[in-house]
Every structure is written in C-alpha cells, then in structure tokens.
DNA sequence: TTGAGTGCAAAAGCTTTGCATTCGT
DNA sequence: ACGAATGCAAAGCTTTTGCACTCAA
C-alpha cells in the first residue's frame, strides 16, 4: 500500500471521496503485517467508530484491492475445488476461466526459508500457484466476473 | 487418491459403508485432473442420481479429504485476508493458530515452468505458501476448529 | 438387524447489495 | 448543490447441520 498521503490523492483523482471511515481504514492498514480480516478490521474500528458497519469496510477494501493497494490472500476460486491427485505437485490457475492446471515439478530444494523463521516454525508442507491467462482467455476482452 | 479397490477397503476397514451414491463419486474422481468444486461432482452425479443431494457430496468429499484422498485447493483462511504489503513476498500459515508470516525471499528465479505449459499460458504471477506450526502451537493438542 | 448414509430443508457464516440518509467537495 | 459514502437490513451464496427415512453389511 502506499503513503497514507499519496492514497488521499489517489482517491480523489479518482472522484472517491475521502472520509474519516476511510481514512481510519487507511491507518490500520498502514503499515499493518497481520494480514487482517475485514472483520478484525470492523473491529479495531468500533472504538473510534461506534457505528460503522461491516459493509463500509468491505466496500471500501474492495476499492483498495481494485487499485492493487491491498492483496487478497485468498483466492477466488469461486467455491471449493478438489485434487483427487495428492502427490506433491502445484497448480497454474488461469484468472480468465478458471481452469486450473497441474504442474509436476519439485521445488522443493528451490525453496529455501529464512533461517529466522525456520526457527519459529516447523514447516510441513508448501505450495506454489502461477496465475496467468491461457491461449484462449487472452484473448478475450472480459473475462469471468468476480 | 487411492484407485477404487483400495478405497473401498479403506472405507469398511473404518466402518464407513459403500454406496451407490459414494462409489459413483469415487469414480467421478478417478484419474480426474479437473480440479472440481463439489457442486461440479453434484451435476456430474445427477444423470445416474436424480436425487442425490449437494449435502451427500459435501459429507463424502468431507471424509474423503480428512482421509487424505483428495486434496482442497482451497486454503482454510476463514475468511478474506487482506494484505497491504503489496511488495513481492510470500507466506507461512500456521495450521494451528493460523497466523501468517511474511517471507521475503525473491523465487522467482527458482520456480522452473515445463515449457509446454509456458507455451499455452501467460503467467503473471505467483505465490508461494508454506505450512507449518508455530512453538506455541506445536506444543498444542487441539487447534482451532476447521 | 442396526448403525450408517441419504436427501430434504433449514441454518449458518461470510460477503454483497439496495436504499434512504448523510456527508465531502 | 450534488454525487458519493454510510449504515442498516435484507439478500446471496456456499457449505454445514438436523432429522426422519432408507439401506448396506
């Protein structure tokens, strides 16, 4: 995310008004690594702002995903998918259709962790996503909504 | 997955029994790289099945994936997580409390794609997630639930 | 025979939407 | 002033649950 300042600006280039819900929402995640729900969010927000409600956080982070300021770390697989394949492979999820394909490769000398963390944490498994655009879904001018 | 003998071993050896309803998934499943969503399974099902219920498909895929047989390529987050960090980075999950860390590390030079998969995809991104556990959690019995 | 599974409908949980009211510019 | 944002409640969707009935073993 950008400076709190450069993201006023960016709004209101935009014709998006800048509130103090908004602005509130800003600084919670400035500078934020928790990686927060909009729930927890709504939350922090209660005490300064009593009646704000979870839709505006969600509107409002929905704005700020659309301009790339935030990441979601869920992916929009519009719902569960299975892999009745359990061998360690990964996936390249095509973000126009939504095909997902498997990609038998081991990376798993190619990934190495910070010893820092390493430390922390007993890692057991891991796994890689490639989004992209197949043949077909390039070109295309709109793709699947949501 | 397990081919279909075995599976159905596996079943009665747990007193789960096997039924038309189940081994109709089970082949639905078998050598299957599409990657579907239960409701896919559902459709698929309805021709053979006109009464099955998406409830049915949901309970034996539930078993089937704490079994191990099939994997969810959908990541237990409970919710929408949103990141600010907008930088290249990737993440560590824990299972148990569910905290994620950053991990800053640049793999985009380690990650090799099978070059018959570049031919038919465009990637424009990528994402590495580690699991694990944390201290506190690995000294934990139980973790949170789901 | 009997405990497990099915299928229906209802509930649950997260997220989105509609709309009247309020507010930023 | 006027279009945009808010906040509430309702709707939407996917997934789960409860329960009476049915069926596999």
Same mark, same amino acid.
């Given at each position: 995310m950008e400076k709190i300042n450069k993201l006023i600006k960016s709004f209101r280039d935009k014709g998006l008004k800048i509130t103090p819900q908004r602005l509130a929402i800003f600084k919670i995640l400035e500078n934020n690594n928790s990686h927060p729900s909009a729930e927890q969010i709504y939350h922090n927000l209660k005490r300064g702002y009593p009646t704000i409600s979870l839709a505006t956080v969600y509107k409002t982070l929905e704005i700020l995903e659309e301009m790339g300021e935030v990441k979601l770390l869920k992916i929009n697989y519009d719902r569960k998918r299975y892999d009745p394949d359990c061998s360690?492979?990964?996936? +390249?999820?095509?973000?126009?259709?939504? %095909?997902?394909?498997?990609?038998?490769?081991?990376?798993?000398?190619? +990934?190495?962790?910070?010893?820092?963390? %390493?430390d922390e944490f007993t890692i057991t498994d891991f796994r890689v996503e490639f989004f992209g655009l197949c043949k077909k879904c390039k070109n295309k001018r709109k793709f699947k909504e949501k």
């Open positions: 360690p492979h990964h996936h +390249l999820i095509c973000v126009g259709c939504r %095909k997902i394909v498997d990609i038998f490769e081991d990376y798993s000398n190619a +990934l190495k962790v910070p010893s820092q963390i %390493k």
